[in-house]
């Protein structure tokens, strides 16, 4: 019987172990740190910078290897290396400090772009630049999700960011052709979704160009073609509306 | 002396004749501003014992806390040369090469100018640049070589090593002088010679060759520095002496009975004194001899410094007093720095200010006086000659030589600076003490209003502060006054006078008849410029320099105000720096972005070298002349204009991405072989991609209604600089498409119809082969933005659409597509929509794609149809023949039955698709796919990175030729050419250097020759990089040659990565390179 006291107990350093489940089996490998996103990304190409041995493990902590019989059971192979590097493509693992960091760091400028893609200064009508929105998002202390999409959380952040500055989101413009009998009673309806109006032209049919938030354009679609039974058209003339070109001040 | 009152100076104000308008020019480091505070120090504004160290025209915190000064800065003395009184109007001006456009400003102003040389370190490039900047403006220079003490205490010359010294300091200058006439002089003869050829060939018969440089027909002498002819002086403004020829040539007359004028062309020279004869000998060198220089003057500066303070010989010392006949004050003998002694016997025996304002008064011009010849360059701009000038105008020339303040002449104020003035220096917000009265009075007031009121009080004060932030100043008043037509115009310059300002860039002959242009605006005030204080004045007289407040609504950078139309708009200031040194600007808080734009807005009115512009990309980019003066401009910004944190960052690099022909040849040369590309197919999500031999990718939207096929080929590169450069015509053509679309029809003048005809003319003309057959009329559409340098192409037979070139065709074919259109037009604007996303950001690093054509070889679309499996979609969609035959009979329906939209293409989106719901509508559905298709075409071909590319102009001498190439290798840079400047020792190398690298590049350059070369950068196109950015080695001499990694020098790879970094996409690299060399301990170990 073995004693655990402080002196004797063999720690696991720089091991991330990667468990996979197979057969009715547990089956484990040990692989370096910070190593196996990299493997399955693609970015590390060379399995041994991965890999602490290429034997397959029942518990690593323990230093029990599998048997072979379970391994040729549940994988139908005895190679070593081909079942690592199955675990490593499928296995489940605990994703170490600096992986989740850089995961985090990629996924906050991802969502900066894309809220600076987006928005823009309502008076300048010219977007801010990526590292003020960073800026913005650290004073907001906003935390990154990881299992969130980033374009879901581009658009809270929007949301949040409202409330200490100047921002909105670009606008869309639309052109809206809508049949003379419904155009007025529609145009009721579509008001308070459209931002400006900057053109109407009533002869056959309603004509209007117009400026609408990127977020309405599902709403104001259903709606038209609801309503209209598709004769009512919407076309989309720009994404964003923003100022082009450098200006001197 | 004591402390000249504001009257006095007002009254000297009135007599033109004796004001003297000058500046002092130098290297940076020459002791301009210690000379300026000597200069000071005799009107008695600072003691004299401070001067020199207290360096009172540098009134800014950095100026004092970097020792160099950092703006020109504006005093006005009064000097009493004999029975004559006069007024200098003094501006000391930055040496420093970033603040080169200050000097440019201070050189504008003035009618004469004082160069200061270092004993040491002689002529240096900012030297250069100043005696330039002086004769490019036709003002007069005079000499001064100072810290001559630094010969004697630092270097230990002897009298007569530094006499060959000085002669050499002088020569060189004189050559400076010598070059600026030569080249100028060559420079006319050109021109001439360009006239002559012209005649000759009409006459093109007896030719006489006129081999002279023509140097000897015109005298040059007048221009160079001599001290016989009395422009220059001698000093060391640190000790406080200095000296004229003239000094010594009267003091040794008296002492010796040699005539003066005898000793004063003697003086300086090889000429010697013989003793015995009692005569002046010339041949001083050649016989061994002492030349008179060192004799009568070194060596007697010489022994003083000797016994003074290598010594410290008190009976000496006493005897030179006594000699000198001057009193020194016994505290002064008896301080432990000999220095202090020194500069008190110097200061009285050849006190600097004496011998500089002296020589100013003599040898520099009054406003009256201005050369004509500079009258007439200041007053006509450009190439335009003065004789072409308005008569009016040509007037008011007169009217500025004589200068008079009589009332009726028209007043022209030439505005060169604007500057920030704090609240508290204005006159009118001085403290006062407050009056027993108001004491008492306040002490009445309860404490709860007592605190309302400071708070009232605060607001108050807030907005003055505003008020004075944008107070501006302008220097100098050519006032001037003109009899035009018997009407008498006043000259004086009163407060709250109305003037107009002359707008720039618009010629004289505009200004007479054009009044619109003008603006007019009111002085609010008028300020006598004291270096850091301002004096209130009620109005100026001709020929002053001045400050106006309150220009700052009608007033950038520099203005000619007049009170007559007539008056053309000075010349602009040339400077001798561009700004090149680019920063982007953010607040430390992003609320704060309104006070950022308005301090910048407020630092771009008031600095002449600073620009200030706001990018596409939301930037607001700083462009400087070099570093220290962007350090100045960013502290401005922050204590003083927008009074926020900021923070100063690289701009952002553009990129653009493009595809090029597939290559031969591998990286070592070695030929390729024929590798077909094998069919890739995977799949994506819901989507289906195949991708076949020869790049062409096939898509099918995720409900399987709609396949496009799409290939991306490289536009030659003519054809992309066209359609940059015809940006604006492509713009106007989609605008008139997309009317006639519409159905209205516009009318297109008759230029752009032309031009769109020529650009069509031009592509067709690029686009030859057969690849290209008939491409220019199948163009669909441009992109990104729809306009931009990337072109869709229509290569499905059976698809007609119109033209976008219509709106130059045939009446008939209009009114067909017309016909059509409202069928077309919902899925041809989704292709087109998402060939415009594709083009707007690509799959390299997302930046815009340039010079690509897209070709869409296959189209097809289907009436809803049940999902169908992925491999039947061959069979399934349908053939093109039915699809056109389709949409001929549905054209017809349309007109025929109502309800025909609901069914083909007009239904696909129109009508609420119950089936296929879970994916959208169709038109988003085919954007998405038409947007990947294009994307994995892109990425079927061989991709390359665009670089956008800096021309860049260096000026450089011969020796630091070789540092100049090895800084443009370092970075990136290419050499076009480099030829030799005529008349100068100058070259000029013409390059090219990617703008990624050029952050920092004019430092760099400017610190490796030490201020000898200077850079101008210019965006001038974009540049294919040459290196593959997905480039891994593959064959085995490629592997031998570049290794595993072959990350060496991947330039492209290098700046995909950096954009991909920063825009948050992902990168390709490991986390941490060596697994086994991690921190192995556990934390809590």
Known sequence: ?249 | MGHTSLEKIIALQKNPANIRNLCILAHVDHGKTTLADCLVASNGIISSRLAGKLRYLDSREDEQVRGITMKSSAISLHYRNGDQEYLLNLIDSPGHVDFSSEVSTAVRLCDGAIVVVDAVEGVCPQTQAVLRQAWLENIRPVLVINKIDRLIMELKLTSQEAYTHLQKILEQVNAITGTLFTSKVLEERAEKEKEEEKESETLSGDQVFDWSAGLEEVDDSHLYFSPEQGNVVFASAIDGWGFSIQQFAHIYSQRMGIKAEVLLKTLWGDFYLNAKAKKIMKGAQAKGKKPLFVQFVLDNIWSLYDAVVTRRDKEKVEKVVASLGIKVMARDLRHSDPKVLLSAICSQWLPVSQAVLSMVCEKLPSPLDMASERAEKLMSVGARRFDSLPAQTQKLKTAFLQCSSEDNAPVIVFVSKMFAVDTKALPKYKPRPLTQEEIVQRRELARQRHADRMAADQTAAESHKELAHSESMSQESQPTNCEIYCFYFTSQVHSFSHLCQVPEGCSASDCVFEVPHLSCCSMESIYLLMGRELEDLEEVPAGNVLGIGGLEECVLKSATLSTTPACPPFTPLNFEATPIVRVAVEPKHPSEMPKLVRGMRLLNQADPCAEVLIQETGEHVLVTAGEVHLQRCLDDLRDRFAKIEISASKPIIPFRETVVRPPKVDMVNEELGKQQKVAIIHQVSHQVISQVMDGLVTLTTPNRLATVCVRAIPLPQEVTQLLESNSEVIRTLEQINMSLREGKSLDISLRTLEAIAGLKDQLDSLLQGRKWRNAVERIWAFGPRRYGPNILLNNVDSYQRPSVWQCLGRGDKTVEAGAQAAVLRDFDNSIISGFLLATLSGPMCEEPLMGVCFCVERWDVQSSAPAQHQESFEEDSMSHKALADNKVERSSETSAQEEGMASGLGQAERRPEPASDCYGPVSGQLIAAMKEACRHAFQAQPQRLMAAMYTCEIMATAEVLGRVYGVLGKREGRVLHEEMKEGTDMFIIKAVLPVAESFGFADEIRKRTSGLASPQLVFSHWEVISSDPYWVPTTEEEYLHFGEKADSANQALKYMNAVRRRKGLYVEEKIVEHAEKQRTLSKNK
């Not at chain 1, 720690?11 to 190593?35: D, P, S, W």
């Not at chain 1, 921002?167 to 413009?173: C, N, T, V």
């Open chain 1, 1 to 249: 019987m073995s004693i655990f006291t402080p002196t004797n107990q063999i720690r696991l350093t720089n091991v991330a172990v990667v468990r996979m489940k197979k057969g009715g089996k547990r089956f484990e490998i040990a692989c370096y740190k910070n190593k196996v996103m990299s493997w399955r990304s693609g970015a590390e190409k060379d399995l041994d910078e991965v890999l602490q041995t290429n034997s397959v493990f029942v518990n690593v902590s323990k230093g029990q290897v599998a048997k072979k019989d379970d391994l040729t059971k549940a994988f139908g192979t005895d190679d070593l290396t081909e079942i690592c590097k199955q675990i490593l493509a499928k296995g489940e693992l605990q994703v170490s400090d600096k992986e989740r960091q850089s995961q985090l760091e990629t996924m906050f400028r991802d969502i900066a772009t894309i809220v600076a893609e987006k928005c823009v200064n309502p008076d300048t009508k010219r977007p801010y630049t990526v590292s003020l929105i960073e800026r913005a998002m650290k004073d907001i202390h906003y935390s990154v999700k990881a299992n969130k999409s980033t374009k879901q959380q581009a658009l809270e952040v929007i949301r949040q960011l409202k409330e200490t500055m100047e921002i909105q989101r670009a606008h869309m413009r639309l052109r809206l052709v809508l049949p003379a009998k419904e155009g007025k009673r529609l145009k009721e309806k579509l008001k308070p979704l459209l931002q400006v109006v900057e053109s109407e032209d009533f002869d056959e049919e309603l004509e209007m160009v117009c400026l609408v938030d990127p977020g309405c354009f599902r709403e104001i679609d259903e709606l038209i073609r609801c309503e209209t039974k598709g004769r009512g058209s919407l076309e989309v003339l720009s994404l964003k509306d923003v100022e082009e070109g450098d200006e001197k001040l």
